[in-house]
């Protein structure tokens, strides 16, 4: 554990989904790893892990721009038809880190808690609803909440201005450097946990003020 100066006044604690809560990445980084094999590469499932994490800045920025000039949505949509031509999975399959729901419950009887992804609405609520937590988040910020996605830090903002509390007061909580500098960038605080892509280093560099094996120690270290 990486002690850091997390205030004793924190009111608000707002989590990324994927490789945070939402353990649902595994299946897209077993692919690209079978790939990366056939291609006679070393090491393929930490090569993929590191080119999924990698890819999520400027794949927030490509959407950003697509939202921009009104194609998120088109382009969505075709990715989807996409994959039921070929008979893909279409179908979210969630799967919560382990030991979070406990820690979730514990920590809303002590904080306001919040939601902050790129996730899509839907995806988020219909996550939220399969494991009964919806009743404990105040705030949800989605991929369609602000024109902007992290590591720009407005959807932290947006997320700290519906809880009407002020940014020093409320810690955002991520697996990647992304969530780190959108935390930093919006004068929140920054957890990393190393239950998903992030490495202890890069969320050091990226500026986490703690980092945690897994959201699911948040109880015990704050």
Request: glycine share 8%; aromatic share 6%.
């Amino acid at each position: 554990m990486s002690a850091g100066p997390i205030p004793e006044r924190l009111r608000a604690l707002l989590f990324d989904l994927d490789g945070t809560l939402l353990d649902s990445d595994d299946e897209g980084v077993e692919a690209l790893a079978r790939w990366l094999m056939h291609l006679g590469l070393r090491d393929a499932r930490y090569r993929a892990r590191r080119i999924v994490m990698r890819a999520e800045t400027p794949v927030n920025a490509l959407m950003t721009a697509l939202d921009i000039v009104g194609l998120d949505g088109p382009v969505l949509a075709f990715s989807a038809w996409l994959r039921r031509v070929r008979g893909e999975r279409t179908a979210p399959r969630f799967r919560l880190v382990p030991g979070t729901d406990d820690a979730l419950h514990l920590l809303a009887s002590r904080y306001r808690l919040g939601v902050v992804t790129t996730r899509g609405q839907k995806d988020t609520w219909a996550f939220l609803e399969a494991f009964g937590l919806t009743g404990l988040f105040e705030v949800v910020v989605t991929r369609e909440s602000t024109w902007r996605l992290k590591p720009n830090p407005s959807p932290v903002r947006h997320a700290v201005r519906l809880l009407g509390l002020k940014p020093e007061t409320c810690a955002m909580v991520g697996d990647t450097p992304v969530d780190m500098r959108a935390a930093r960038r919006a004068g929140v605080w920054a957890i990393g946990v190393l239950c998903g892509f992030g490495e202890r280093d890069e969320l050091e560099r990226a500026g986490a003020h703690l980092i945690l094996p897994s959201p699911a120690d948040l109880p015990a270290a704050l």
